[in-house]
């Protein structure tokens, strides 16, 4: 199957500090996702992103598409120990989707 | 409230005992799919549907089947459950890229 490579796997980080995490495949897709998963819950989604190139922000958060289509980042800005939990992108051809293995944040009061 | 409905959130079962995971959406979506997480792999995709009576598989399909005969629900049932399908799925709706996930089903089949 489709592997999309995320990093880091983990990251561990003061409160206040941006974060920065980003995904990867060898294939193209027409959307990337962002998705937050919290422990005991489904995964919820944070950002789409539906163009190459295209830059979006929700609020602390800001995802970009790449422009090869192969690859998006994620970014959090001032981070906040609700920012604690699993971030997966994920890669859409249209009917199917690929997951990365998830980036585990750990925000150090 | 809007919200995708799985049942049971915890199953132990034996090798071999068909069951049948429940999945029921009330926001009146057409696409929905499942997924199964493991530790290391992510979340990978099981079966998607588009509409009603239309299937289709994912990326792991083996061992499992869907059906779709109403726009709510979306069942996965395992006809012969084996131990290396022991994991967390997932359920999720929506108009466009899955945006809604259920709270999950934790199986162990020993």
Not at chain 1, 6 to 14: A, E, L, R, T, Y
Not at chain 1, 65 to 89: E, Q
């Amino acid at each position: 199957g489709q592997q999309l490579n995320q990093s880091p796997q983990s990251m561990f980080i003061q409160e206040g500090e941006d974060v920065s995490m980003n995904c990867t495949s060898s294939s193209i897709f027409n959307t990337w996702l962002w998705y937050k998963q919290d422990p005991g819950e489904g995964p919820v989604l944070l950002i789409a992103l539906y163009k190459a190139g295209e830059l979006t922000s929700n609020g602390r958060l800001t995802a970009q598409f790449g422009i090869t289509r192969k690859d998006s980042f994620l970014n959090i800005s001032a981070s906040i120990p609700s920012d604690v939990g699993i971030y997966f992108c994920a890669g859409s051809t249209g009917n199917q989707f690929y997951f990365g293995t998830g980036t585990s944040l750990t925000v150090i009061p | 409230e809007a919200q995708v409905t799985q049942n049971p959130r915890y199953l132990i079962t034996v090798t071999g005992k068909k069951l049948t995971v429940t999945c029921s959406q009330n926001m009146n979506h057409e696409y929905m799919s499942w997924y199964r997480q493991d530790p290391g792999l992510g979340l990978r995709q099981i079966y998607y549907s588009m509409n009603v009576e239309v299937t289709d598989k994912g990326d792991v399909p083996e061992g499992y089947k869907v059906s779709r005969k109403e726009k709510r629900n979306f069942p996965l049932i395992l006809e012969s459950p084996s131990p290396n399908q022991t994991s967390l799925y997932f359920c999720a709706s929506s108009f466009s890229p899955s945006a809604f996930f259920g709270q999950g089903t934790r199986l162990t089949v020993v």
